[in-house]
Every structure is written in structure tokens, then in C-alpha cells.
T-cell receptor, first 112, second 118 residues
Framework: SQKIEQNSEALNIQEGKTATLTCNYT??????LQWYRQDPGRGPVFLLL?????KEKRKERLKVTFDTTLKQSLFHITASQPADSATYLC???????????FGAGTRLAVHP | NAGVMQNPRHLVRRRGQEARLRCSPM?????VYWYRQLPEEGLKFMVY????????ESGMPKERFSAEFPKEGPSILRIQQVVRGDSAAYFC????????????????FGPGTRLTVT
């Protein structure tokens, strides 16, 4: 069955450094991949979508890569700030529609 | 443009009661999705609806759970005879259909309804 893995351990980094989060998937060839941010007690917020024919996508301090051979996406936040502290979710489409399968998420903590 | 609205934000029900969760999608959005999130777990897809149609309910438990998105009014997720294991956060999301009939892939989530079954 389709499976998405994100690092379950929290990632602790110093303010100003680059945070790198990993999303791996198996038994799957998605047409695109999405990243969402979720703060405690709130709904996820869409950040970026990258298609299978795109290697890299950027939005302000965010960068996403998508390696369909490795079946992996990397999510980078450069010049990280304490306000970037949140859980980041990777999501892939499934079933031919807009249905999304989410990874369990990686918690990021940026320390001043 | 108001975002996705869900109510109530918190709902407490005793075992055996019914829970009704409401979701109003963003204006102009014709696709609605329901997800469930258990503590310390990821979001699990439950059902995908368009106006008056259930498109995909593969994530819905076979019994006690139902969903609708009527022509007028919000989408409703209904849980009958709730049990303790139904305690979770339930999120609704919506997405638009773009010009030319293409669907938009990003989903816009509401704040969720936290259901507690005592």
C-alpha cells in the first residue's frame, strides 16, 4: 500500500540556520506533492505544490525539491525564525481525485 | 473572502449520542473534504464531496458515519452512537474548480472541530 514517511523526531535548530525536512514515499508515483504547515490547535495551511516534472520550487524563504527516482522530497526553510516553529506535513494525491494522503508530520522548533 | 468555517469548534458528547459537525467551504469552492486527526497522528482522509454528490468515501468507517453536502447550506459530517474512539479533531477542507474545469490541487482547511466523547 502507499506509504509516506516523515521524520517523527522533532527538529531543533538555531535561528538563522536552514531547516531541512524529509518526506519519503513508497509504492507510489504521484503527479505532484504538497507541503502544509500546521500550528497546534489549528488546521493545516497550504505552503507549496511541486509537480513530478519539476525538480525544485521556491517561495520566499521556502524551497522544495522532488526526486521521483529516490521517491523523496526535501523541504528547506532558509534563515529560519522562531515563528517558523510548527509541524510540517507532506501530502500526496491518491485515488485519482483530489484526495490527499498525509504524512505524520515533522515538528520543527527554531530557537532564538 | 472568509476562509473555511467549521462549527462547533469543540463538541462534547456522551457515548451513544450523535455528533453533527458542520463545514462551510470558502466562497466559490465546490469541493469539500473531511479528515480526521487523532492525537499525535497524521491527518486521515475520510470523504470527498461535491454539491449533492459523494465522490469518494473510501476513508469513512462503514457504520455510524455519514456525510452530505447539500445544494444549499454547509456540509455535514454525522457520527451516530459515538464511542470513545471517535474522539479526535475533524478537519474540513475545500478547493475550487478553476476556469476550464480544471480542479485546483491545494486544499484550504478550516480550524477543525474537536470532538470529545465521554
Amino acid at each position: 500500500s502507499q506509504k509516506i514517511e516523515q521524520n517523527s523526531e522533532a527538529l531543533n535548530i538555531q535561528e538563522g540556520k536552514t531547516a531541512t525536512l524529509t518526506c519519503n514515499y513508497t509504492n507510489y508515483s504521484p503527479a505532484y506533492l504538497q507541503w502544509y504547515r500546521q500550528d497546534p490547535g489549528r488546521g493545516p495551511v497550504f505552503l507549496l505544490l511541486i509537480r513530478e516534472n519539476e525538480k525544485e520550487k521556491r517561495k520566499e524563504r521556502l524551497k522544495v525539491t522532488f526526486d521521483t527516482t529516490l521517491k523523496q522530497s526535501l523541504f528547506h526553510i532558509t534563515a529560519s525564525q522562531p515563528a517558523d516553529s510548527a509541524t510540517y506535513l507532506c501530502a500526496l494525491p491518491a485515488g485519482g481525485y483530489n484526495k490527499l494522503i498525509f504524512g505524520a508530520g515533522t515538528r520543527l522548533a527554531v530557537h532564538p | 473572502n472568509a476562509g473555511v468555517m467549521q462549527n462547533p469548534r469543540h463538541l462534547v458528547r456522551r457515548r451513544g449520542q450523535e455528533a453533527r459537525l458542520r463545514c462551510s467551504p470558502m466562497k466559490g469552492h465546490s469541493h469539500v473534504y473531511w479528515y480526521r486527526q487523532l492525537p499525535e497522528e497524521g491527518l486521515k482522509f475520510m470523504v470527498y464531496l461535491q454539491k449533492e454528490n459523494i465522490i469518494d468515501e473510501s476513508g469513512m468507517p462503514k457504520e455510524r458515519f455519514s456525510a452530505e453536502f447539500p445544494k444549499e447550506g454547509p456540509s455535514i459530517l454525522r457520527i451516530q452512537q459515538v464511542v470513545r474512539g471517535d474522539s479526535a479533531a475533524y478537519f474540513c477542507a475545500s478547493s475550487p474548480t478553476l476556469d476550464g474545469g480544471r480542479d485546483s490541487y491545494e486544499q484550504y482547511f478550516g480550524p477543525g472541530t474537536r470532538l470529545t466523547v465521554t
